[in-house]
């Protein structure tokens, strides 16, 4: 397994991802070649903490137009993962 800390790039700071970890569900923007298996070995490595289920989005990156060319430019594509602790795990973000 790789570096757990070049698997989870960052977390997603959200209205609809705040929401989601009152239900111990919280997102995560990972690497793009990393399986399910890998991102909740990640996590539980990480936050020392036992996952319950993995779901994972890949998303495509925008188009993005330059002001001054008028040439377009293509954004990264992301992967995203909410992750589901199980239950009595504590949280991982505190507000």
């Not at 929401?19 to 399986?35: C, E, H, I, K, Q």
């Not at 998303?59 to 992967?79: C, I, P, V």
Request: hydrophobic letters at 35%.
């Amino acid at each position: 397994m790789a570096n757990p800390y070049s698997i989870i790039i960052k977390p997603v700071i959200s209205e609809k991802s705040y929401g989601l970890s009152d239900a111990g569900v919280y997102t995560f923007v990972v690497d793009r070649r990393a399986n399910k298996i890998e991102i909740g070995k990640a996590i539980e490595e990480i936050f020392s903490v036992k996952v319950g289920k993995v779901n994972t989005l890949n998303r495509k990156g925008k188009r993005k137009r330059s002001r001054k060319s008028g040439l377009y430019a293509k954004l990264s594509d992301t992967k995203h993962a909410m992750v589901t602790l199980k239950e009595g795990q504590i949280e991982l973000f505190q507000r």
